[in-house]
């Protein structure tokens, strides 16, 4: 299809609605989500079959061009995902071996594939994917367009109204009219630190010394998030879009994105979509016609968790190596080259096309007073519904663990639900009524983070979590200040000392000690934030760790020095399961008789427990 490029909002307008009227040839369109979860489960397989398929099934009123390759549609616990629109039939765990039926009774016949269909941990089947709790009770602005649009189309998301926000930003707005719209809606730094957008904005855009540089983070290193990873490979060109309106509002004409290198994917579609905004005249020199020129680099990082952190990110693009500077050198005065630079990252530019576009008090209506808008986050661990998820700020944990997420796998009793990645904090039960925004989480010990949340079950240890998390820290640690490098590594060695019944009630004393040294004296986030998953756990499961050290014992389980599993005589019917599991040949037994674990050879790895559907190993 020729290009031709927009040099105008009326050409815009007229583009938008060529693309509105390809899509409504199709009254009937096939959602294959190709996120990172269902790639890894084959859905790259499905897609090829889904295309041999109706090329040669030849579906009256269905053709190839309805199937959309979309970015993560969010309920990665159910994957591969296909969707039916506009009915939003809704197929689970699909296979290549089920692309045939889908074809002939889905969209030849009108018919449902029953066995596909989604079925709640209550028994019940749902067919439209609205219906189903896990997105019933979301609301989404970020994470508008995935699931809906193919990832690699820039006319999929001028359908849409992709890059409509730009020209009104370009012709109906002045720079200083889009901060105070920003301002106005009160959007706060998705990546953590919370730190309002337009403010930010505002400052750099008052600094004259020139130039000045927009940069996006896309590092995103906590454990188990991938907020940021979906939108930059769903929804590439509204990251895209929230940052050109930036650079009008702060006279930039460069940015970067900076891309971890453990996101392929999502550096191939980054660079595909800044091609093809280019081609189109959305990216580039004299953009829309006007005198406004923005230009975007992709800055691969090597994924260094240090460089989450602004100044450590904005010489690692640079090409400098990737530690902090001290805090009194604000990023927005002297950041890129020692020039005035604005950083967000991947979620906020995201929301900033719909801000423009609806008006900053319609975001500020959504969420709470101090926290506006909507926030993502990845909903993992031990919970029924893992996935990616986005609700109103203000939304309580219990509603995000259990009416979204489903409760806890097998109906298992709840510990903990861990928020903020490896600087926030653990919150037990009895927090779960608590609001979840950037100030009561930070109340709470804990904190919003980049929005990463881990679920946990009575059989997570905390102390174990600590320790994880703490020895996570330690090596992504740069090494550059005292307080961080040393401090934190003795905080983790003590945190094993527990873990092996070694430590006595002065070393608790040791590490709280230690960790108020740490946050005050360190030179960046990382360090200041580094004691966070012990004094969270060590505020709402003291009890826990003194288990630990008085009695010897770890009451969840895990901790390997302080546990042995033993065979209940009563349970076993001698399966021979736990002898075939065991690699360290700890367990004996004939087939029917009751087993016995020879503790000197048992290497306490859990298999055995693992793989008994009778009950019969218990740790003790």
């Not at 889009?178 to 953590?192: A, F, N, P, Q, Y």
């Not at 500020?364 to 990616?388: D, R």
């Not at 919150?427 to 989480?441: A, E, N």
Request: glycine share 10%; with cysteine.
């Amino acid at each position: 299809m020729a290009i031709t490029k927009v040099a105008s909002p009326k050409d815009l307008d007229k583009l938008q609605k060529q693309c509105q009227t390809e899509q409504d040839k199709h009254k009937r369109k096939l959602m294959v989500c190709c996120g990172p979860g269902c790639l890894a489960n084959g859905a790259a397989e499905i897609v090829t079959e889904f295309k041999s398929q109706l090329k040669k099934k030849r579906i009256k009123g269905f053709s190839v061009e309805a199937m959309k390759e979309t970015g993560c549609h969010g309920f990665c616990e159910q994957g591969p995902l296909v969707v039916v629109e506009p009915q939003g039939t809704f197929y689970t765990r699909v296979k290549k071996k089920d692309v045939e039926r889908i074809v002939e009774e889905t969209l030849r016949n009108n018919k449902v594939v029953d066995d596909l269909l989604y079925t709640a941990p209550d028994e019940k089947t749902y067919r439209d994917y609205r219906e189903i709790p896990f997105y019933k009770h979301q609301k989404r602005i970020a994470l508008r367009n995935l699931g809906h649009i193919n990832q690699c189309d820039i006319r999929d998301y001028i359908a849409v109204g992709g890059y409509q926000a730009l020209a009104k930003a370009l012709n109906k707005m002045s720079p200083s009219k889009v901060i105070e719209e920003v301002k106005t809606s009160g959007l706060r730094g998705r990546g953590g630190g919370g730190f309002p957008a337009g403010r930010k904005w505002e400052s750099c855009a008052r600094l004259e010394e020139r130039p000045h540089y927009v940069i996006c983070n896309g590092d995103e290193g906590d454990p188990g998030a991938f907020m940021d990873r979906a939108i930059m490979e769903g929804d590439p060109h509204s990251v895209l879009e929230g940052m050109a309106i930036c650079a009008y509002a702060v006279d930039s004409s460069e940015g970067y994105i900076y891309v971890r290198e453990e996101y392929p994917l999502a550096v191939q579609f980054l660079q595909e979509a800044i091609r093809e905004a280019e081609e189109y005249g959305l990216l580039g020199d004299n953009i829309l016609g006007t005198d406004f020129s923005f230009h975007i680099k992709i800055s691969r990082g090597g994924g260094a968790f240090v460089c989450g952190e602004s100044s450590a990110l904005m010489k690692s693009v640079a090409g400098e190596v990737g530690e902090p500077r001290a805090k009194y050198i604000r990023s927005v005065q002297k950041g890129l080259y020692d020039r005035p630079t604005v950083l967000n990252n991947v979620e906020s530019y995201a929301n900033v096309p719909v801000i423009i576009d609806r008006g900053g008090k319609w975001f500020a209506k959504i969420g709470t007073e101090t926290s506006a808008g909507t926030k993502a986050f990845s909903l993992v661990g031990k919970v029924v519904n893992g996935g990616l998820i986005e609700v109103p700020m203000g939304t309580t944990l219990r509603e995000i663990v259990f009416d979204i997420g489903g409760g806890i796998r097998n109906d298992r009793p709840f510990k903990a639900v861990q928020t903020g990645g490896p600087s926030g904090g653990c919150l037990p039960d009895d927090k779960l009524d608590l609001s979840v925004d950037f100030d009561t989480l930070t109340k709470a010990g804990s904190m919003m983070g980049s929005g990463g949340m881990i679920v946990m079950d009575e059989g997570t240890c905390v102390v174990d979590v600590a320790k994880y998390f703490l020895k996570f820290l330690v090596d992504e640690s740069c090494g550059k200040c005292t307080p961080c490098r040393e401090g934190l590594y003795q905080l983790y060695l003590l945190a094993v000392k527990i873990s092996e019944g070694m430590a006595t009630e002065n070393d608790l004393d040791k590490m709280e000690q230690l960790s108020g040294v740490i946050i005050d004296a360190s030179l960046c986030g990382l360090g200041k934030s580094g004691p966070n998953p012990f004094l969270s756990t060590i505020r709402y499961f003291r009890d826990e760790y003194l288990t630990h050290i008085r009695d010897k014992r770890c009451p969840a389980g895990v901790c390997k020095a302080l546990i042995t599993y033993e065979v209940d005589a009563q349970a076993c019917d001698g399966c021979m399961a736990c002898i075939h599991a065991c690699a360290a040949n700890a367990i004996s037994g004939k087939k029917g008789e009751v087993h016995t674990i020879d503790q000197t050879k048992c290497d306490k790895c859990g298999a055995c427990f693992a793989v008994c559907n009778r009950h019969a190993i218990k740790v003790a």
